[in-house]
């Protein structure tokens, strides 16, 4: 199984925040702007967890996850302010790929078999705190959830327990740890603050993982360069093409370098023959 690195954002009053409990802003606090840049950094899925508390800012929050949802380019899972079965279906109506309900609720467990069965259990992920809380439920979780959202290090325990893929999310561990982390065999996900720092280059743990034999989502070519014709400068023609709908967007120019780059770093890099040297697309822009 793929393992998956899964920044987190955390909404409070339509900001993002620095995490559980806190009201400080992150980074800019712009939660599209955030999502975009996640998107373009090496994140795989991203978490959002909704901090309102009435009616009237849980709808606020909806519209942000909207929002969210439209500017990223990987899937999205959202929790947090989960009362009745509607809130999930506002969440998937939203755009996320998955909602995610608490099993610290009893009203969330007795909700799990309706929603399961309505959206789809591949729609729908649990959220563990403590083996007290899984263990009762234990049985509805397994049958009607797709994953468990772990938010304290029990992954061990838990890996005893569950056949379901397991996302961690921690809020402690340099790089080295984080990898540690990934390593094992009771995490299939790592996320949280860990992961969610506009400092940390996922790109590089990704290609670092891959290095340790983790299996990670990372660009790979079905044709290696020497398997290329190149021209007289060693160079090759590159099309680019939207992976939506086929459109061709430019033609650049690479040689060697920008495309072990390019695989490397997510972000397509190409050689100028005015200026003989490599330029990343997006990089003056904006736009990668």
Not at 98 to 112: D, Q
């Amino acid at each position: 199984m793929t393992k998956y690195f899964i920044p987190c954002l955390y909404i409070y009053k339509g900001r993002a925040v620095t995490g559980f409990g806190h009201k400080n802003v992150f980074a800019s606090g712009n939660l599209s702007e955030l999502s975009m840049f996640y998107s373009d950094h090496g994140a795989d899925r991203l978490l959002v967890f909704d901090f309102s508390s009435g009616d009237a800012e849980h709808d606020r929050s909806i519209a942000c996850i909207k929002d969210i949802c439209k500017s990223s380019q990987v899937p999205v899972y959202a929790a947090g302010n989960v009362r009745r079965v509607e809130d999930i279906k506002k969440l998937l109506y939203a755009g996320c790929s998955a909602a995610v309900l608490n099993a610290g609720k009893p009203g969330n467990i007795e909700m799990l078999e309706e929603v399961s069965k309505r959206f789809g259990r591949n729609k729908i992920a649990v959220c563990v705190s403590s083996m007290d809380e899984y263990l009762p439920a234990k049985d509805l979780i397994e049958e009607y959830a797709s994953m468990i959202l772990l938010l304290d290090n029990i992954d061990e325990e838990m890996h005893r327990e569950t056949a379901l893929p397991i996302i961690l999310h921690t809020n402690h561990g340099n790089p080295r740890e984080v990898l540690d982390l990934l390593g094992k065999d009771s995490v299939d996900c790592i996320s949280g603050s860990c992961v969610s720092g506009t400092d940390m280059d996922l790109n590089w743990l990704k290609t670092e993982a891959a290095r340790e034999g983790i299996p990670v989502n990372i660009l790979t070519s079905k044709i290696s360069w020497d398997e290329m014709k190149t021209n007289e400068q060693g160079l090759i023609p590159c099309i680019v093409q939207d992976y939506k709908n086929d459109q061709v967007l430019m033609m650049a120019w690479m040689n060697r370098e920008s495309f072990q780059k390019t695989l490397e770093t997510g972000r397509m890099t190409y050689y100028s023959r005015s200026r003989q040297s490599l330029w990343v697309k997006g990089e003056t822009s904006g736009h990668f």
